[in-house]
C-alpha cells in the first residue's frame, strides 16, 4: 500500500532516474552523483588507496550500473557492429565509390576492360531461357482457388480485340528484344573465339620459330660432330704412320738396305732436276684429303607444320627450261639439270650451289638421286654416274634458308645463287656407261641395277658393279612378239589416234623394282615387263597420248600423259582405279603416300590430295611461267620452271 507522503511514487521515480544514469536523457541529480565519483575517484588516485573507503563505494556502485542489461545492450550493439556497416551508415554508395577510386593508381585504372554490353547481366538470363519456359513456370505455379478462377475467367471476357491487340503487340515485342539480346550474346562469343585464336596462332608461330633455332643448333652440332670425325681419323692415321715408322727402323740395317737406299736417293735427285719447283710443289700429295660433305643424321619437320602451299624457298638455279631434278631428301641435297647444258648441285639446307657436275657433251634429259649416287642421262646418249660423298666444299656458311611465315603472302624476290668452286666436283665422277645410239630420255636405278630408255627405241639392263650393260630389250620387237603370242592387238604398237608429237619422247617414263619394269611410250601404252626373261608380261591401254611419267607402289601404278590425264591402275587386276584430267598436258608427275603433285603446263603445281579426294594449286598463280617438273616428299615439293627457277613449297 502506498504511503501518504508518496514513497511508492518516490522509489519508482528514483528507479527510473537512476536507469537513466547512463542514458541520454541525465537529470541535475545524476551529474551530481557522477561530479562526486570523479572527484572520490581523483581523491583516491592522489591519497593512499587503504585509508580511503570512499572509492570503494564509488566502484561498486559503478559495477551494479553496469550489471544492468540496459546499459549491456547498449555495450554489445556496438561491439557486435562490423566496420563495413558502420562506414556505410555514416557514407552513400557513391561517395563510398568515389573514395575508392580516388585511391587507386593509375596502373590499375588503365586496364579496366570497358564493358561495350548494351544490354545488363540480367537480360542476358532471361534471353537464355527457351522461349516456353513462361508457360512451363506458369502450369507448375500454386493452384488457385475457385473463386479467383472465375474472377480471371471475367476478366478475360471483359478484354477488348484492342486489348488482345495490344498484348500481342507487347509479347512480339519482347520477343524481339530477346533476340537481339541473343544476337549480342553470339557476338561476342565469337569476338572471344577470334581473340583466343589470335592469341593460339601467336603462341603457335613463337614455338615454330623455336623449333626453327632446334633445327639449326642440330646442324651445327652435327658439322661439329664431323670435324671431329676427321680430327680423328687423322690421329688414328698419324698413330699407324708412327708405329710403321717405328717397327721400319727397329729392323737390322744390312748393306743391301743401304744400297737401296742410296739409289732411291739418286733417283730422287734426277726426278726432281728434271721439272722445275713450280710444278714440282704442285703434285698432289697422297696424304692430301678432302671434306667430305655433311649428311643430316636427323630429318627436318619444321615444313611439316606450315601452311599447306607455303613457300620456303625461289632461286634461279639456270639460265634456260629445267629438264629434270631429284632431290634425296627435304633440306638435303638436290640435282638439277637444264637446257643449258649444265648440272648443278644444290645444299637445300644452306640454299646455295655446292658445285657442277661437268664430263656431258650436251643437256642431261634425265637424273635421279639417292644418297650420295646420281646417275645422269644426256642427250649425247651416254650415262653418268656420282658419288657425292667425294665433293669438296664447306658446309659452313652464315647464309641459310629463311622459311616464309605461312601467314604471310609468298615472297617473289628470287635469289641469284652465288658460283661454286671450280674443283668443287672434281673427283665426283666414277664411270660412263655408254652403249645406247640415241639420247637417254628416261632412267632408273634401284640398288646394283640400273635401266634405262633411249630414243634408239631400247632399254637397257646395266650392272652397276661391273659397269657394263647386261640387256638390251627392243621396244618395238617386244611389242610385236606380245601381239603374236596372246592373239590380240591390245600390246602390238598402235597409233594414238592424233598428229604424232615432234616433242615426245619415244621412252616417256619407267621405273624398276627387282626383276619387274615399268615403261610408258609414246603409243600411250604402259608395259610391264619381266627382266628375268625379258618379255612384256602386261600391256595397260587407256592413254590417247605418249606417257611422259610414271610411278608405282606395292599396289597402285601412277601415270601422266600428253593427253591431259592422270590414271591411277590396280596392279593386282590391271584395271584403271581412278582417273583425272587437267586443261593441259601433263609433264611430269609424282606421288607420296598422301598427295600426287603434277606439271600441267600452268603456272602453278596441282595437287591432289588421296585422303580427302580434294584437288588444289601450290604455287604462284600470278607468274606466267609454267611449271615443267615437280618432285616431292614427306610434303617438301620442289619445281622447276621454264625460265630455270627452281621454287621449293610445302604441300
Request: net charge negative; with cysteine.
Amino acid at each position: 500500500m502506498a504511503s501518504r507522503d508518496g514513497s511508492p511514487a518516490r522509489h519508482r521515480g528514483t528507479a527510473s532516474e537512476e536507469s537513466g544514469l547512463l542514458g541520454t536523457a541525465m537529470t541535475t541529480r545524476h551529474i551530481e552523483a557522477f561530479g562526486r565519483k570523479v572527484t572520490t575517484t581523483a581523491t583516491h588516485l592522489i591519497s593512499d588507496p587503504e585509508s580511503s573507503v570512499h572509492y570503494q563505494h564509488a566502484m561498486s556502485a559503478l559495477q551494479k550500473e553496469l550489471r544492468r542489461p540496459g546499459i549491456q545492450q547498449r555495450v554489445f550493439s556496438y561491439a557486435k557492429a562490423s566496420p563495413t556497416e558502420l562506414v556505410r551508415s555514416k557514407l552513400s554508395t557513391t561517395e563510398i565509390q568515389h573514395r575508392a577510386l580516388t585511391y587507386l593508381p593509375d596502373e590499375l585504372l588503365a586496364n579496366i576492360p570497358e564493358d561495350e554490353n548494351v544490354y545488363s547481366l540480367f537480360q542476358g538470363f532471361q534471353a537464355t531461357l527457351p522461349e516456353g519456359e513462361s508457360e512451363h513456370r506458369k502450369k507448375h505455379k500454386r493452384r488457385n482457388s475457385r473463386g479467383q478462377k472465375l474472377l480471371e475467367a471475367d476478366d478475360a471476357e471483359d478484354k477488348t480485340p484492342l486489348e488482345e491487340l495490344k498484348k500481342e503487340r507487347h509479347g512480339l515485342n519482347h520477343r524481339l528484344e530477346m533476340i537481339g539480346v541473343r544476337k549480342n550474346m553470339c557476338s561476342s562469343e565469337i569476338r572471344e573465339i577470334d581473340n583466343k585464336i589470335s592469341n593460339l596462332n601467336t603462341m603457335r608461330k613463337i614455338v615454330l620459330d623455336r623449333l626453327g633455332d632446334l633445327e639449326q643448333d642440330e646442324v651445327r652440332m652435327e658439322q661439329d660432330l664431323l670435324e671431329v670425325d676427321n680430327k680423328l681419323e687423322d690421329l688414328l692415321e698419324e698413330l699407324d704412320d708412327a708405329a710403321t715408322l717405328g717397327h721400319t727402323t727397329g729392323t737390322p740395317h744390312t748393306e743391301i738396305d743401304a744400297e737401296t737406299e742410296v739409289t732411291t736417293t739418286d733417283t730422287q735427285d734426277m726426278s726432281a732436276s728434271f721439272m722445275s719447283a713450280s710444278i714440282y710443289e704442285k703434285l698432289p700429295s697422297p696424304r692430301a684429303k678432302r671434306n667430305k660433305p655433311t649428311r643430316r643424321k636427323s630429318t627436318p619437320i619444321r615444313h611439316e607444320h606450315f601452311e599447306p602451299g607455303s613457300s620456303i624457298k625461289k632461286f634461279q638455279a639456270h639460265n634456260d627450261m629445267i629438264t629434270a631434278l631429284d632431290f634425296d631428301a627435304p633440306f638435303g641435297t638436290m640435282v638439277t639439270s637444264a637446257l643449258d647444258d649444265t648440272v648443278r648441285v644444290w645444299d637445300l639446307n644452306l640454299g646455295r650451289c655446292i658445285g657442277l657436275l661437268e664430263g656431258h657433251q650436251a643437256s642431261v634429259r634425265c637424273l635421279q638421286v639417292e644418297d650420295n649416287l646420281v646417275a645422269t642421262g644426256s642427250m649425247d646418249a651416254s650415262i653418268r654416274l656420282w658419288d657425292l660423298s667425294k665433293a669438296e666444299y664447306s658446309s659452313r656458311e652464315d647464309t641459310t634458308i629463311e622459311e616464309e611465315d605461312e601467314d604471310q603472302p609468298a615472297s617473289d624476290n628470287i635469289d641469284s645463287p652465288a658460283s661454286p668452286h671450280a674443283s668443287s666436283m672434281q673427283d665426283c665422277p666414277l664411270f660412263t656407261l655408254e652403249a645406247h645410239v640415241d639420247e637417254v630420255t628416261a632412267l632408273h636405278f634401284r640398288g646394283d641395277a640400273l635401266v634405262s630408255g633411249s630414243a634408239d627405241k631400247t632399254l637397257r639392263q646395266w650392272d652397276l658393279v661391273k659397269g657394263r650393260c647386261v640387256q638390251t630389250l627392243d621396244v618395238l620387237w617386244a611389242a610385236a612378239q606380245a601381239s603374236s603370242t596372246m592373239n590380240t592387238t591390245d600390246a602390238k604398237w598402235r597409233a594414238t589416234g592424233r598428229i604424232p608429237d615432234a616433242s615426245a619422247d619415244f621412252v616417256g617414263a619407267l621405273q624398276c623394282f627387282d626383276a619387274a619394269l615399268a615403261c610408258g611410250t609414246a603409243d600411250g601404252m604402259v608395259r610391264l615387263w619381266d627382266l628375268r626373261s625379258g618379255q612384256v608380261h602386261r600391256s595397260l591401254v587407256g592413254h590417247t597420248g605418249p606417257v611422259t611419267c610414271l610411278q608405282f607402289d606395292d599396289v597402285h601404278l601412277v601415270t601422266g600423259s600428253l593427253d591431259r590425264s592422270i590414271r591411277i591402275w590396280d596392279l593386282r587386276t590391271g584395271s584403271i582405279h581412278d582417273a583425272y584430267a587437267y586443261d593441259n598436258p601433263v609433264t611430269s608427275m609424282m606421288f607420296d603416300p598422301r598427295r600426287i603433285v603434277a606439271a600441267a603446263g600452268e603456272t602453278v603445281a596441282k595437287v591432289y590430295d588421296k585422303t580427302d579426294g580434294r584437288h588444289w594449286d601450290c604455287g604462284n598463280e600470278e607468274g606466267k611461267i609454267s611449271v615443267e617438273r615437280v618432285r616431292v616428299k614427306d610434303g617438301y615439293l620442289t619445281e622447276g620452271r621454264k625460265d630455270g627457277v627452281v621454287g621449293i613449297w610445302t604441300c
